[in-house]
């Protein structure tokens, strides 16, 4: 009896042995953030992207990529590329704050004469004022492998990708994936600029147009337009203030003049002179709580 009396009371009887030698005993659970979308995390333990990837584009021989992963370890440090995805990086070491985080999301192509040249994967985590961003290269290999990993600039990356998807020689090509219509478009457009018709950077931003049409780089206007609908938003928002404001003076009216009726004296909560309300009405907001006298 008192053999089975120990092993069931075992970890107890530890506990009373180290709190009477003084000793404290200190449990750290360690996060376990090795991998993507790691089955033993919780839901909302896993990697959180700030902006969903694009479109998959670019050359159709690739699209077989998507919906894959590529790892590379180098150092402590694991990478998982997913072509049209992101690019994620995982510290192995059981650190507490070991770090796993997004490096970029999928965002565009780079695309120089007449070839794609990089895929750029944007909006990662944010690191001091920026975001985290990557740029893929693509060069020939006997498998679909990432090569290597750099760190060029402050959270820039670089990485290489291997694969023999791209060892033909027209693989990277941009021309040949375009529709027949934007081809013909880039044709008019080489003669135009053949005829000195335009200039250098006229003939790059119809270049462009083209590229983004197809959905290979993201269209510049779209920046421009969130910063216009973020700019409508503020003066919705301030005509709101405003009409708020009017609707609070008006019941503050009512009842002064309520009690006025009833012969009873009011005065402010914050010991102030009360402003009259002939006063109020001449006077104007400003961007804070103060009142801005003509």
């Not at 985080?101 to 192509?109: A, C, P, S, T």
């Not at 994967?121 to 679909?144: H, L, W």
């Not at 003049?257 to 009259?276: A, F, K, M």
Request: charged share 25%.
């Amino acid at each position: 009896m008192i053999e089975v009396f120990i092993r069931q009371h075992l970890p107890l009887l530890a506990c009373l042995v180290a709190l009477v030698l003084g000793g404290k005993m200190k449990i750290v659970e360690e996060p376990n953030t090795f991998g993507l979308n790691n089955h033993l995390l919780s839901p909302g333990s896993q990697l959180q992207a700030r902006v969903p990837p694009s479109p998959v584009s670019g050359p159709p021989h690739l699209y077989r990529l998507a919906g894959k992963c590529f790892s590379y370890t180098e150092s402590m440090y694991k990478y998982d590329f997913c072509p049209f995805h992101n690019v994620t990086q995982h510290e192995q070491s059981f650190r507490w704050n070991a770090y796993s985080g997004i490096l970029g999301v999928w965002h565009e192509w780079e695309i120089e004469n007449n070839t794609f040249t990089a895929m750029w994967m944007r909006e990662g985590d944010a690191c001091g004022s920026k975001n985290r961003q990557t740029k893929v290269f693509f060069t020939c290999g006997n498998s679909s492998k990432l090569a290597r990993v750099s760190e060029p600039e402050t959270c820039v990356y670089f990485l290489t990708f291997e694969t023999p998807l791209v060892c033909h020689a027209h693989s990277l090509l941009v021309y040949p994936v375009l529709s027949e219509k934007l081809q013909k478009e880039w044709d008019e457009i080489e003669q135009a600029r053949y005829e000195d018709l335009l200039t250098e950077q006229g003939y790059k931003k119809m270049l462009r147009d083209v590229f983004e049409e197809a959905g290979f780089l993201k269209r510049a206007n779209q920046l421009h337009k969130q910063e216009q609908d973020t700019a409508s938003l503020k003066h919705h928002n301030l005509e709101q203030c405003t009409q708020e404001f009017e609707k609070q003076r008006a019941e503050i009216e009512r009842l002064r003049s309520l009690l006025s009726q009833h012969n009873v004296s009011y005065e402010t909560d914050t010991g102030r002179p009360t402003i009259p309300l002939t006063t109020l009405q001449n006077q104007r907001l400003r961007g804070d709580t103060g009142i801005l006298e003509e």
